[in-house]
């Protein structure tokens, strides 16, 4: 069993930069691929970026390539997510989610991951 729990969200301005954190709880953290979603008001989730268990590996949506990093401090059990050059299309519930049983290549399929946190916010005006 895993429990993550996100940060970092906030009220920011187009432009800026954000850190979100992902902290899990559980010993067979470095073992889960581990990934970021947002949702938007009125809109359905979708996928933003995923790292492989060891770091090595990552992926990003189209749209947020460029500007998202995504990474991960195995020793820390947390993952992150550099936001720069935020745009007002970025506003979202931003969310972190654990696959225990990656398969090969990096899922953006949200029905793959098995545990979720509660989410932050990242609201961006213009």
């Known amino acids: 069993q895993v429990q993550l729990v996100e940060s970092g969200g906030g009220l920011v301005q187009a432009g800026d930069s954000l850190r979100l954190s992902c902290a899990a709880s559980g010993r067979t953290f470095s073992r889960h691929l581990m990934g970021w979603f947002r949702q938007a008001p009125g809109k359905e989730r979708e996928f933003v970026a995923a790292?492989?268990?060891?770091?090595?590996?990552?992926r990003y949506a189209d749209s947020v390539m460029g500007r998202f990093t995504i990474s991960r401090d195995n020793a820390k059990n947390t993952v992150y997510l550099q936001i720069n050059s935020l745009k007002p299309e970025d506003t979202a519930i931003y969310y972190c989610?654990?696959?225990?049983?990656?398969?090969?290549?990096?899922?953006?399929?949200?029905?793959?991951?098995?545990?979720w946190g509660q989410g932050t916010q990242v609201t961006v005006s213009s």
């Open positions: 790292i492989s268990w060891g770091g090595a590996t990552t």
């Open positions: 989610a654990a696959d225990r049983d990656p398969q090969p290549g990096l899922s953006a399929d949200g029905n793959d991951y098995d545990y």
